[in-house]
């Protein structure tokens, strides 16, 4: 068990320690607003993937360990969805290639068009190919899933700046677009086994309805997850610049190290908590973790302002915003987190169609909250809609899962998470005095010391054991 732990690790932690290899080379090297523009790439790949797989890759998990034919179950699974992107791209060619690039990158260009439909293909084959290696329990392999494309796209960069290319939105898809294909290529010999034995089974029309009727309902609850997560890039795309959206992107990669062990505890987290259940284990025991899970958040957040005026230094002048953003960045991914600890009710009691109205709701905040605020305050909108919106989000989750299962406590949390929102965003609607911020983040600090010292005194304990 633990080997298999550590196998999902490695590709959230090494894809977050390749982050901190990437970010200063893009941001040294290449324009502002060109990483602005690559992250939109990023976020119409994984839109892709979302639409395009009509939920068959999550009926293929469900159905993988219940078929005796998984060869075949693949296929059922990969060709509806790959069917319905060639009829897009078909409909894209005709209406013009130029117009995707200039929707993407502001810049009409062929090339770029073509590159990022290739990318879109290759990401949605990529996926598929890598559910094979996870249901097969080659943890390492699946995690190879995360960490190559970072991996390869450093070695990319890292090569075109050695060799003196343009430093240009050209380059920067190129060299993601040969990272992926690379580990598509990778994924394809990998999972060979199963594709070439699927090639020549029978389309099974009947039990593709089966797996639709499972998938396409998840769309809708995706789409919605989805959006909550990008709206505030798509927003910043739309009605503000690509310097500001390369800025909130670079600030976003940043909080995106701090979170790696959220990923993890995600990971881990749900499959035990369903196991204390069928042992009839005391549920109050998912209240002491949920707080301690709060605890750290909340030092996390507080330490996050506390020492932020130091990342202006390791970075360009022009990303000094970075100081006051981060914080605000690093809410909603820890929130998500957070929000998995009080959710499990809904989970348990197998009402997720809470969870769905829950990602809708906070969807529609954050729209809202960005249509309001980006257009004035740019970056610092979006961070400050998305923050609010994953706030939301978490109310739901949680109140949604004590109507259906149980009630739990929650008044400290909701107060403690809209203590750091709010001094968060005041700080950033005042950063020319960001300074004189940093006596209150640390007063938070000993606040934090008062509030979770149960939290404080067990990790105490935890390391006093650790280090005997």
């Not at 939109?40 to 639409?51: D, E, I, K, R, T």
């Not at 970056?379 to 259906?404: D, K, P, Q």
Request: glycine share 6%; aromatic share 16%.
């Amino acid at each position: 068990m633990k080997n298999k732990i550590l196998g999902y690790a490695i590709g959230p932690i090494g894809s977050a320690l390749l982050g901190l290899i990437t970010l200063p080379l893009l941001t040294w090297y290449y324009p502002v607003e060109d990483i602005g523009r690559i992250s939109m790439l990023q976020v119409v790949a994984s839109f892709s993937v979302l639409l395009f797989c009509l939920g068959l890759d999550q009926a293929y998990t469900r159905e993988y360990h219940e078929t005796d034919n998984k060869p075949k179950l693949f296929k059922q699974s990969i060709l509806p969805g790959a069917f319905f992107m060639l009829i897009s791209f078909f409909i894209i060619y005709s209406l013009g290639l130029e117009k995707l690039s200039i929707w993407l990158y502001g810049i009409p260009s062929s090339y770029l068009a073509i590159i990022s439909v290739l990318c879109f293909v290759l990401t949605f084959f990529s996926r598929f190919l890598s559910l094979i290696l996870r249901m097969e329990d080659k943890a390492v392999a699946y995690s190879m899933s995360q960490l190559l494309p970072k991996l390869l796209f450093v070695f990319f960069i890292v090569g075109s700046v050695w060799l003196g290319f343009s430093k240009n939105i050209y380059n920067l898809v190129t060299a993601h677009a040969l990272s992926i294909t690379a580990v598509f290529l990778t994924f394809f010999w990998n999972t060979r086994k199963t594709w070439l034995v699927a090639i020549p089974i029978k389309f099974d029309s009947a039990q593709n309805k089966l797996l639709l009727s499972f998938g396409l309902p998840l769309v809708m609850g995706g789409l919605a997850s989805w959006g909550l997560n990008v709206m505030d890039k798509l927003f910043l795309r739309g009605m503000s610049t690509f310097e500001e959206l390369g800025i909130y992107s670079v600030t976003f990669s940043i909080a995106a190290v701090a979170t790696i062990f959220s990923g993890i505890f995600n990971t881990i987290w749900s499959p035990m908590v369903y196991k204390w259940v069928s042992e009839g284990i005391d549920t109050k025991k998912v209240d002491e973790i949920s707080e301690h899970v709060l605890a750290a958040i909340f030092f996390v957040i507080v330490l996050s302002g506390l020492f932020s005026w130091i990342l202006p230094y390791l970075l360009p002048e022009k990303y000094a915003p970075i100081r006051y953003l981060i914080t605000l960045c690093l809410i909603g991914p820890l929130l998500y987190t957070l929000s998995e600890t009080t959710a499990v009710g809904v989970a348990i009691s197998r009402k997720t169609v809470y969870s769905m109205l829950a990602s809708i709701g906070a969807m529609l905040v954050n729209a809202v909250g960005n249509y309001l605020l980006v257009p004035k305050h740019g970056a610092l909108g979006a961070a400050i809609s998305t923050a609010i919106a994953f706030f939301v989000f978490y109310i739901l989750r949680t109140e949604f899962s004590c109507l259906v299962w149980r009630k739990m406590p929650r008044f400290k949390s909701y107060f403690n998470v809209l203590i750091v929102i709010v001094f968060s965003g005041f700080a950033g609607f005042n950063s020319e005095l960001y300074i004189y911020f940093i006596p209150v983040w640390f007063c938070l600090l000993l606040y934090g010391f008062f509030v979770f010292r149960n939290s404080i005194n067990l990790t105490i304990q935890g390391l006093k054991k650790y280090v005997a």
